[in-house]
Every structure is written in C-alpha cells, then in structure tokens.
C-alpha cells in the first residue's frame, strides 16, 4: 500500500493548514486594503441603531457553531428516508437477477 500525500487529503482535521492560510491570507488583504475603520464604524452604528439585536447577535457568536448532535428520532427518519430513495433501485436490481438467473 502506497502511503498517501498530505496535501492531497481533503480531511485536514482540527488542524486545517489550509482554511488557515486562507484565512490569514484574507485577514491581511482586509486590513491592507485599510477596511478595518469602515467595518468598525458600521459595526458601531449598529449597535447603536438596534442594541437589543446586536446583543443576541453577541450572545449568539459567544456561543459558538451549537451542537452538531442529532437525536435518535432524527437519524430514524433519515435512515427511513434513504431507504425509501434506494428501495426502487434495489427492487429493480433483484428482479434483473431474478430474470438472468431464471429464480423467483
């Protein structure tokens, strides 16, 4: 078995060199095209504008991306849902045998 090259593995992990560089990349472009003030003013205006939304928003971001847990009853219905979707095929897929093969 050939050992496989890094940088060809699209599963980085925790550790995503490349959304890393990507983000530096563009963090530095924004500050260098000097957009820094221009947000800072607008995120200023908007506090001021609508403070009980810009506090849920604050609240919201603290919280970080949420849960990526899904319930028994969720994965049931999916599961459900697949099946109905691949049923059709398979179906059509044994009578095929069933034809070649002379079985019933």
């Given at each position: 078995?050939?050992?496989?090259?890094?940088?060809?593995?699209?599963?980085?992990?925790?550790?995503?060199?490349?959304?890393?560089?990507?983000?530096?990349?563009?963090?530095?472009?924004?500050?260098?095209?000097?957009?820094?003030?221009?947000?800072?003013?607008?995120?200023?205006?908007?506090?001021?504008?609508?403070?009980?939304?810009?506090?849920?928003?604050?609240?919201?971001?603290k919280r970080?991306?949420?849960?990526?847990?899904?319930?028994?009853?969720?994965?049931v219905a999916?599961?459900?849902?697949?099946?109905?979707?691949?049923?059709?095929?398979?179906?059509?897929?044994?009578?095929?045998?069933?034809?070649?093969?002379?079985?019933?």
């Amino acid at each position: 078995m050939r050992p496989r090259n890094d940088s060809q593995e699209p599963n980085q992990g925790e550790g995503d060199k490349v959304s890393a560089r990507k983000y530096n990349r563009d963090l530095r472009e924004f500050i260098d095209e000097g957009k820094v003030d221009e947000a800072a003013e607008d995120a200023r205006l908007y506090v001021e504008r609508d403070p009980a939304d810009a506090a849920r928003a604050e609240a919201k971001a603290k919280r970080g991306p949420g849960s990526s847990k899904v319930s028994v009853d969720e994965l049931v219905a999916k599961g459900r849902s697949v099946v109905e979707r691949v049923r059709p095929y398979l179906e059509r897929a044994q009578q095929r045998l069933r034809e070649r093969f002379g079985r019933k």
